[in-house]
């Protein structure tokens, strides 16, 4: 019988780490956009820049929260929240792990069959 972990999506982690990345670069485009309207003509790039702004961190939180995934190392337990990928290393025991669909796989057991 293998061990298996059943994956989540971290929606909502994702989503904080996507506003909060989302935030600060809106943050920016934003000065920039505001820097260049006061040059005149820059105004025609800065105005859509500060709309951009505005949508940002909702596009980034949104786009953020499905690539994020919440599993745990099925053989030692360990909590795993991570981007979504084939293959992690778990932090605790060192175990290769495989995500497969929605569950957890550790290498070896797919390895031997
Ligand atoms: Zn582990």
């Known amino acids: 019988m293998n061990k298996t972990s059943p994956i989540e999506p971290a929606k909502a982690m994702g989503r904080t780490v996507g506003c909060l990345s989302g935030t ?6 934003q000065i920039i956009g505001v820097l260049l309207c006061l040059t005149g ?12 702004g505005f949508a940002a961190p909702a596009v980034t939180g949104a786009i ?12 030692c337990g360990q909590a795993i929240e991570d981007i979504k990928k084939p293959g992690y290393d778990c932090p605790a025991c060192g175990e290769r792990l495989i995500a497969k669909e929605k569950t957890m796989y550790l290498a070896r057991d797919i390895i031997d069959g």
Request: aromatic residues 0%; hydrophobic residues 55%.
């Open 24 to 29: 600060i670069g809106a943050g920016c485009m």
């Open 41 to 52: 003509i820059g105004a025609i790039v800065g105005i859509p820049l500060i709309i951009m």
């Open 64 to 75: 953020t929260g499905e690539i994020m995934i919440k599993s745990s190392c099925p053989a």
